[in-house]
């Protein structure tokens, strides 16, 4: 089965430092990968997501996503963390083979605090 | 283009009521599923949609039921509320079906939060 790990529930940063958010998954065949962004009392915005192609993908407000295949990972990096940065992230999986295609596998979240 | 609409927003039930969390999209998405948000547990998959008149489970569907009956809407019935489904409920829907579904994310709406006391 499919799954999603996020390590670390909570990251602390200072404004204007490297914002590092880990992503791990665990999968048969290559998935697709999203990173989801959640601002308090808010929906899922969609920040990045991975396909095919080129293994480097950029998003929105300056995020960026790396998919390395012999890591099984897609870790969420920013050069220079912004207080409006603050909100809870969320890695997921798309299932795309199977009864269950289209299914997203979430992982538990990083919430990320910016401090002044 | 309203995208993905949820209602209500708030709402509070007794243990043992019953009620229907509203979803509705209109982007002609193929795909819906309801999420419940728990603190610390991620987004979880109670039911999924793959087109009208098809549905199925998905991880923790136990005292809820759906139907789908036009591709717009995917209501969520809570058929007895208990204190263990006090949580925030999120809609998504996307395209399933090549070739807009090929890569499609899942677009959601701001969510219920239900308390069941």
């Known amino acids: 089965a499919q799954s999603v790990t996020q390590l670390g529930s909570h990251v602390s940063v200072s404004e204007g430092a490297l914002v590092l958010l880990r992503c791990n998954y665990s999968?048969?065949?290559?998935?697709?990968l999203f990173w989801y962004v959640q601002y308090p009392n808010q929906g899922l915005q969609l920040l990045l997501k991975?396909?095919?192609?080129?293994?480097l993908v950029k998003g929105i407000n300056g995020f960026e996503a790396e998919f390395k295949k012999s890591e099984t990972s897609f870790h969420l990096t920013k050069p220079s963390a912004h207080m409006s940065d603050a909100a809870e992230y969320f890695c997921?999986?798309?299932?795309?083979?199977?009864?269950?295609?289209?299914?997203?596998?979430f992982g538990k979240g990083t919430k990320l605090s910016v401090k002044p | 283009n309203a995208g993905v609409t949820q209602t209500p927003k708030f709402q509070v039930l007794k243990t043992g009521q019953s009620m229907t969390l509203q979803c509705a999209q209109d982007?002609?998405?193929?795909?819906m599923s309801w999420y419940r948000q728990d603190p610390g547990m991620g987004l979880r998959l109670i039911h999924y949609?793959?087109?009208?008149?098809?549905?199925d489970q998905g991880e923790v569907p136990n005292g809820y039921n759906v139907s789908r009956s036009t591709t717009e809407d995917f209501p969520l019935r809570l058929l007895s509320a208990a204190p263990s489904q006090t949580s925030v409920y999120f809609c998504?829907?996307?395209?399933?079906?090549?070739?807009?579904?090929?890569?499609?994310?899942?677009?959601f709406g701001n969510g219920t939060r239900l308390t069941v006391t």
């Open positions: 998504a829907s996307s395209y399933l079906h090549p070739p807009l579904g090929i890569d499609s994310p899942l677009h």
């Open positions: 991975y396909t095919t192609g080129a293994t």
């Open positions: 949609s793959v087109g009208a008149g098809i549905t």
């Open positions: 982007m002609n998405h193929e795909y």
């Open positions: 999968s048969s065949v290559p998935p697709y």
């Open positions: 997921a999986v798309r299932l795309n083979y199977g009864g269950s295609q289209g299914n997203l596998i």
